[in-house]
């Protein structure tokens, strides 16, 4: 049976799984007629999510330590790097941009920091 306290953790793998199908299966090409780069802060504000969700989790079950939050940082750094490669390998229609990647680290970095200003402990 399912421990209550990891109950936490379903939003942040939910959020984890849609950037997956996001950037992989339903992407589509959209295009916003005088915005440029609208995409780049859509993949910071996906990875900022998706930080914040793993964060409020781990604070929530009581295992957020400064280690967890580096080992977390790390994790969400490279998922967002390994799909940027996924795409480019797997996906005809999708590229690798380093600016994505940036993009979702900024993301993280950001996710990371604002919770360790607005969250105590």
Known sequence: M?????????????VALGILLLSTVLAIPIQVEGVS???KWEHC??????????????????ILSKKTSLILVLLASAYGFALELVQYLFFEFRVFEW????????????GYGLFKLFVRG
């Open 2 to 14: 399912l421990n209550n306290k990891f109950i936490w953790f379903i939003p942040a793998g939910m």
């Open 37 to 39: 780069h609208i995409d």
């Open 45 to 62: 504000f996906a990875y900022f999510v998706l930080v914040v969700s793993f964060l409020i989790a781990f604070r929530k079950t009581e």
């Open 99 to 110: 600016i994505d990647a940036l993009a979702n680290m900024l993301g993280v970095f950001l």
